[in-house]
């Protein structure tokens, strides 16, 4: 079977192949989620994506897909997959061999493979046993799709998203928080003064079950409490990542309750780790920013989520070590208070959630 020149064509099939990866990205996770279709002419005949973290990858999964009446038609078959089928032994062997084994002939691939174990080996593989390979349909979207592994591997840190709520007059917090006057005495009872509404906040207890990591300030949690999980949501918790340079956080705060793993960085040195608990001893100066990227690279962490507060968020800003930045506007007045960052970036798109607005910003330096 002669493989399909027509752009329109593979592209349609390689978007199919991103669909289907969307059902695996946080599960994969710090594997990239791969989408993969099986075509004959112009019937897909097998389709799949990546398991959870070591489990089958996609290619594996779509050639397993196919029923008994169409796997001799395998062979003959395109097979797309939106990034290069792995070349090496990991966690499952190498995809490339499944590839060869199966005498498919025609392959379609959406990006090269940034990690260094496989980039650019797979496909080499494939042509050295004969296979017809095209590299590069929708290599834009397939790169920006598993965008979080991408900068992990080019770039040895983690995708950093930076998220914080400003109140319409430009202020994080108020001066003043006041606590529930029957409750007043317990840490359980610190609570945020919330800025957005419920929508708002339910979304960002989604966007923390498709990361690696959150990470606060001190003074964050000193002020709040957080619990830094997803109880708004269905998905799994984020690692927690805290800075704490002199241990002003007592083991009553949420955050060192245990029952979600948790980073404490500190320049306190020779702390007990405990299983859920664990302490890395960095340097608060100029460089912070990058160790905590350090560190967390260190830890497999794809990505991280930096929710607060203003100072954590400036270090950040003014290093320019971020990708993304979602900040929403409520309508609340707060007259002082905390001020936002300074932030002089454009968003590249708007959002209305009810009476907040969603501000999306991009880092593509």
């Known amino acids: 079977m002669q493989l399909s020149t027509k752009k329109v064509t593979h592209e349609t099939y390689m978007q199919r192949c991103l669909e289907l990866a969307q059902n695996g990205l946080r599960a994969a996770m710090p594997n990239p989620s791969v989408g993969a279709v099986l075509v004959h002419n112009g019937r897909i005949i097998g389709e799949g994506h990546t ?16 029923t008994e009446a169409d796997r001799h038609l395998i062979p003959e078959a395109i097979l797309y997959v939106s990034l290069e089928p792995c070349s090496h032994y990991g966690k499952t062997p190498p995809c490339c061999d499944l590839i060869i084994h199966n005498h498919i002939k025609n392959i379609v691939v ?83 003064v ?42 799994p918790n984020p690692v927690r990542i805290v800075l704490d340079r002199t241990g002003k956080i007592s083991d ?3 955050v060192k309750n245990q029952k979600i793993k948790t980073i404490v960085l500190t320049e306190q040195a ?6 859920n608990l664990l302490y890395e ?9 990058h160790a905590i990227a350090t560190v967390l690279h260190r830890y497999n962490l794809l990505s991280v989520i930096v929710e607060g507060g203003r100072q954590t968020l400036q270090t950040f800003i003014d290093s320019g070590l971020w990708d993304e930045a ?40």
């Not at 936002?340 to 970036?345: C, S, V």
Request: glycine share 8%; charged share 25%; hydrophobic share 30%.
């Open 281 to 289: 001893q960095v340097s608060f100066d100029d460089n912070l920013p």
């Open 51 to 66: 398991s959870p973290y070591g489990g089958p990858h996609g290619e594996v999964n779509c050639i397993n897909s196919v």
């Open 110 to 192: 959406g990006t090269i493979d940034p990690n260094e174990k496989v980039a650019g080996n797979g496909i080499r593989k494939l042509r050295e046993a004969g296979k017809n390979v095209v590299v590069g349909v929708l290599e834009k979207e397939c790169r920006e799709f598993n965008r979080r592994f991408f900068t992990f591997h080019e770039k040895q840190r983690p995708y950093i998203i930076l998220k914080w709520a400003e109140s319409a007059d430009g202020y994080l917090s108020p001066l003043n928080r006041t606590l529930d006057s029957s409750t007043v005495g317990s840490l359980g009872d610190k609570k945020p």
């Open 194 to 235: 919330w800025i957005t509404n419920t929508n708002s906040r339910q979304l960002v207890h989604k966007w923390r079950s498709e990361e690696t990591a959150i990470l606060v300030g001190t003074q964050t949690v000193l002020d709040d409490n957080p619990q830094l999980d997803v109880r708004d949501w269905n998905g």
């Open 326 to 365: 979602r900040v929403f506007k409520g309508t609340t007045v707060l007259h002082g208070g905390t001020k936002a960052p300074d932030f002089e970036w454009k968003p590249v798109t708007r959002q209305e959630l009810l009476n907040d607005e969603l501000l999306i910003f991009r880092n593509y330096g």
């Open 270 to 275: 020779d702390l007990p780790n405990l299983e």
């Open 252 to 254: 009553h705060y949420f």
